[in-house]
């Protein structure tokens, strides 16, 4: 493998859909690859932990189809293929995004995980750079570790990494398997068994309605699911809005999906009309044989099944001490509010691929204004 170059102008962490919508705009701006011996031009580098392309679309389970996903955003430029709607979206994705990749040119550097992101000149810790020096990200993966010098950071590295498990108390007694979204492989692992699924997003419902085919079903919410029977646009961009507002403030995003409600599609009649869809509350603490609910009774299963989301994966950027007193960081659009060298994509509001495509355009954008003014 060649060496990883230690300077770049932007550096792009993540090829997912973000991030390699990111590279996009950085080529049609002019910028060339770092380590190019083109020299003259603004160089990138876009970094990405996996094996190979895709990003999260690598570790999707394999029953999730082309037909039962919400529905795929091209990448900027290039569509995607024309395929069967019960193809894997696992095969399909990772396809297309490396077709894409190879088309462009965009050299993606894998397998390197971001572990800090630093600012150079802040040698006093006191975070006060006046927003004009280096960045240092540094990096591990393919049996070494290094820093690129970077002017800007993209930062797009989604929400599959950091699984949102709920704690509840008598957790660690539970003698059955625990997992989550991110760990399903297969319903027939459950098969005969009694398994509780929790949450109240789309993971939790396709996923309990597979289940429910091979295992019996315990569906616990912390509130009732909002159903409706068919997606208006207007409700998604209104949600959109909700989460851009929320950001802005400085406070967590809620994940855009959550707050548009769920579909009624017909397996999931199919599975209301079996009982399979008939919610419990949450229950109040956890046994070794099961879950028990406020009144105290036990609710008997083998395997609790938590649907429970995830977070954004920013971990890597906590030396740069963006989170506010609002508990979330505060943005201006995709750039952090008074950090012109970080932008975040496939952030709140733009965490879809529709959204993270315009995203990537948008970063890039003022990025190259950044640049040209300093
Ligand atoms: P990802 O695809 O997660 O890519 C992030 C990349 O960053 C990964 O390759 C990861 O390895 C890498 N990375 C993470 N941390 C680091 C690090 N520290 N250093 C280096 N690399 C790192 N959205 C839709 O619009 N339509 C859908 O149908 C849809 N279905 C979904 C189904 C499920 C089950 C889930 C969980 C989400 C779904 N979404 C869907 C939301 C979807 O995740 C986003 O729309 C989009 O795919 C996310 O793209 P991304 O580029 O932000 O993140």
Redesign the pocket.
Known sequence: TEAVPQAADVVV????????SAGYHLRRRGFVPAGDPAGGARTYLV????DGP?????H?WRS?RMST?????DLPGIEQPDVEPEAASVDVLPAYFGDYEDELGLAVVRP????RVEKADDELGDGGDGGHGDLLVR?EGRGSSGVITARAVIN??????KPFWPAYPGQETFRGRQLH?ADYVRAEDFAGQRVAVVGGG??AVQLLEEVSHVAQTFWFTRREPVWRDSFDPEDGSRAVAMVADRVRDGLPPLSV?SVTGLIRTPSLRAAAARGVLDRRPMFARIASEGVVMPDGGLVPVDVIFWNTG?RA?LD?LRPLGLRGAGGGIRMDGTQVDGEPRVHL???GPS??????NRAGRDAVNRIVRHLNDN
Not at 13 to 20: E, S, T, V
Not at 112 to 115: D, E, G, I, L
């Open positions: 962490i993540g090829a997912g859909q973000a991030g390699l970094l990405d932990a996996e895709g990003g999260a679309w690598r999707r999730l996903i919400n529905g795929i955003h390197v995980r971001v572990r990096w797009a590295t989604g929400t599959w990494s979204t789309i993971s999906v995830f994966a890597h994509i496939g952030y965490a879809s691929t529709i959204g993270a």
